[in-house]
């Protein structure tokens, strides 16, 4: 019958419950800071996401607005409207030159208008002007641009406005429209001098540039705002007042 042999084991002992509980406890301590570090990294993405949403809806906007608003005031048969000797019929003013800039609760209501117009042309090439491009009786020749329904930027488009901005991802906020204008007198172009006192004479061409501010916010987080500035000349000058 063998003998079974005890002996003691030296240098060999378990974990303490001390030691088990602090080790829980260190891990913890670093999974909560991986987990803040992770939950950190998805809000900055999704905040720099909804940055450059807001910032590029924007930037389209804006675009928009400055690619139909150099429109402002072109009309199809400009022509007419120069003076020549013997010229028959006479000059016609341009009747899309005008601009409105009214403001409505704080907030710029922009409109103007252009000819949608082209010349009609004969067989022989010879260009037929369309009255209406000198009369701007249709109502689909006026544009626009305002604010409306808590936000939404829209765009006249006759007698109609259209949504430009959607309100389920871009809130707008502030649209302001400023109007520079510069005065040029046209005296050298009159063959007569004009009546003393004349409110009209001489005629007076008008620089306008409007100088436009945008500022939105993204609709799932209000602290995502941002502006856009832009300038836009208008290219087709007013002319005040005649020669007599």
Known sequence: MSRIKRGS????RGVSLVELMVGIAVGMIVVAGASVMMTNQLAEHRRLTLETQVQQDLRAAADLMLRDLRRAGSWAVP??????????????ANR???TS????????????SYSRHKDRYRSTNVAIADPED????SSTERFGFKI??????KFRLGDRWQPLTDINVLVITAFDVGLNEQQVTLDDLCSSACPP??????????LRRYDISLTGHAVHDSKVERTIKVTSR???DEILGACP
């Open 79 to 92: 022509q007419n409207g120069v003076w020549s000797p013997g010229s028959v019929p006479a000059p016609v």
């Open 197 to 206: 006192g004349s409110a009209t004479c001489p005629p007076r061409q008008i």
């Open 234 to 236: 208008i290219r087709n």
């Open 148 to 153: 409306e329904d808590g936000g939404v930027l």
């Open 101 to 112: 800039l009214a403001t409505e609760q704080g907030s710029s209501i922009l409109q103007y």
């Open 96 to 98: 899309y030159a005008p």
């Open 134 to 137: 000198n009369e701007m009786t």
């Open 9 to 12: 084991r030296t240098g060999i």
